[in-house]
C-alpha cells in the first residue's frame, strides 16, 4: 500500500518561493526571446477569425489565407506608423518656432523661480548643468536609443514571422498539447483553450475599441482648444495610452510641445491639460470598466501588481502583455482544483458575507466585544 508523502507547511513554502524566484529570472533573461513569441501568439489568437473566414467563406486555402491575415495586420500596422511618421516631419518645420517658444517659457519659469525662491539666473545654470553632468554621458544616450531602435526593428520583422507560424502550425500545437494530456483529462483541455482564445480575443478587441475612441476624443478636444496637429496627437495618445501610467504622460507631453508650434500662451497648455485628464477620467470610469474590464474579469489590484512586475521583468512591451497573460494564467488556474483558490483570488466577484468552510460568522467589532466582557463582569 503506497503511502502518500506529505511535506510540512514550510517545505511547501520553500519550493513554491524556488520555483517562483527560478520562473522570474528565466523570463527575465530570456525576454528578448519570449516577448516577441508571446507578442505574436496574442495577435495571432486576434486573427484566427480573419484566417477562419477566408478559409470557409471566400474558400481560400489554409497556406494563401494565413498570408493574407498576417500582410493585412502588417499594412494596418504599417499605415498607422506612417501616419505618424509623416505628420512628424510636418512637425519638424516648426522647430524653429518651437524652440522660440520654449525659450519664453523657460525665461518666464527662471523669473519665477528667482522672485519665489530668490535663486539667481546664474546659480539656476549652474544647477542645470550640474544635473547634466551627473546624467548618462551624450554617447550612452545615443548607444541606448540606437539599440531601443535595432530591438524594435528587430522584433517588428520577427513578430509577422511568428504570426504566420502560429496560424500556420495552429493545429500542429493543438495534437501536441492533446498529446501531453491522458484522454479523461481532453475534455477539459479543450474548455480551457477555449476560453483562453474568448478570453483574449475580447481583451485585444475590446482594448483596440478603447484606443479608437481615446484617439477620437482626444482629436475632438484638441480641436476645440485650437492645438496644431489635433488627429496626429489624437492618435498617439490612443496608441500610447496601451502603456499603463506612463503612455498618457508622455501622450501629454507632446501635445503641450505641439501647442508650441503656435503659441506661447499659457492658456492653451492650460487647455491641453484639462482636455488630457478629461479624457482620462471618461477612459478610467467609462471605457475601461465597460469595454475592457468586462471582457477579463480581474480585479484591480491584480491587475495593478501584474502591470508592474511586467514592467520590471519586460519593460513598456511586458506591461502590455500583463494583462492578457494574467486572464490565461486565471482561466487555467479556475479550472484546476489544487489552483482554484488563486484564481478566485484574482477575479473581481466580491463575497457579500465572511464564511469560513461554509459557516457563516457574525461580523466581529472589538468594540462592541469589549463592552460585553465589561457588562460580563459587572454581573
Known amino acids: 500500500m503506497r503511502h ?44 484566427r477569425p480573419v484566417v477562419n473566414f477566408l478559409n470557409r467563406k471566400l474558400r481560400f486555402p489554409h497556406v494563401i489565407a494565413v498570408m493574407t491575415a498576417v500582410v493585412l495586420f502588417v499594412l494596418v500596422i504599417g499605415g498607422i506608423i506612417f501616419f505618424v511618421s509623416w505628420k512628424i516631419s510636418g512637425m519638424a518645420d516648426d522647430l524653429d518656432q518651437i524652440k ?14 528667482k522672485q519665489r525662491f530668490n535663486v539667481s539666473y546664474v546659480q539656476q545654470q549652474k544647477y542645470i548643468q550640474q544635473a547634466s ?18 530591438d524594435a526593428l528587430l522584433n517588428f ?48 478587441v475590446g482594448l483596440l475599441t478603447e484606443v479608437a475612441i481615446v484617439a477620437t476624443l482626444t482629436s475632438l478636444g484638441l480641436m476645440i482648444v485650437g492645438v496644431q496637429y489635433p488627429i496626429l496627437l489624437g492618435v498617439i495618445t490612443g496608441v500610447l495610452n496601451l502603456i499603463p501610467y506612463i503612455g498618457i504622460l508622455v501622450a501629454a507631453g507632446l501635445s503641450i510641445l505641439a501647442t508650441l508650434t503656435t503659441s506661447a500662451e499659457v492658456s492653451i497648455i492650460l487647455g491641453v491639460v484639462i482636455v488630457n485628464v478629461a479624457v482620462q477620467l471618461i477612459d478610467n470610469n467609462l471605457l475601461v470598466p465597460l ?15 501584474g502591470i508592474i512586475i511586467g514592467g520590471a521583468l519586460g519593460g513598456v512591451a511586458g506591461m502590455f502583455l500583463a494583462i492578457p497573460l494574467i486572464a490565461i494564467i486565471k482561466v487555467v488556474f479556475d479550472r484546476i482544483e489544487p489552483f482554484e483558490p488563486w484564481g478566485f483570488l484574482m477575479g473581481d466577484d466580491l463575497p457579500k458575507t465572511h464564511e469560513w468552510g461554509g459557516i457563516r460568522l457574525p461580523h466581529y467589532d472589538a468594540g462592541e466585544a469589549e463592552e460585553s466582557e465589561l457588562e460580563k463582569k459587572k454581573k
Open 4 to 47: 502518500k508523502l506529505e511535506f510540512p507547511l514550510y517545505a511547501k513554502l520553500a519550493f513554491v518561493l524556488t520555483s517562483l524566484s527560478l520562473l522570474l529570472t528565466f523570463i527575465y533573461v530570456a525576454q528578448g526571446i519570449l516577448i516577441p513569441v508571446l507578442l505574436a501568439m496574442l495577435f495571432a489568437i486576434l486573427l
Open 100 to 113: 522660440k517658444n520654449l525659450n519664453i517659457h523657460y525665461h518666464h519659469i527662471q523669473q519665477w523661480i
Open 133 to 150: 553632468k551627473d546624467s548618462l554621458p551624450g554617447t550612452a544616450i545615443i548607444g541606448t536609443t540606437f539599440s531601443s531602435f535595432t
Open 157 to 204: 520583422v520577427l513578430v509577422p514571422i511568428y504570426v504566420f507560424l502560429f496560424l500556420l502550425y495552429r493545429n500542429l500545437f493543438l495534437k501536441f498539447l492533446s498529446k501531453l494530456f491522458k484522454p479523461e483529462h481532453q475534455y477539459r483541455l479543450r474548455e480551457v483553450l477555449s476560453h483562453v482564445k474568448t478570453a483574449v480575443q475580447s481583451y485585444l
Open 291 to 305: 469595454v475592457v474590464s468586462s471582457k477579463v474579469k480581474i480585479n484591480a489590484f491584480v491587475s495593478l501588481v
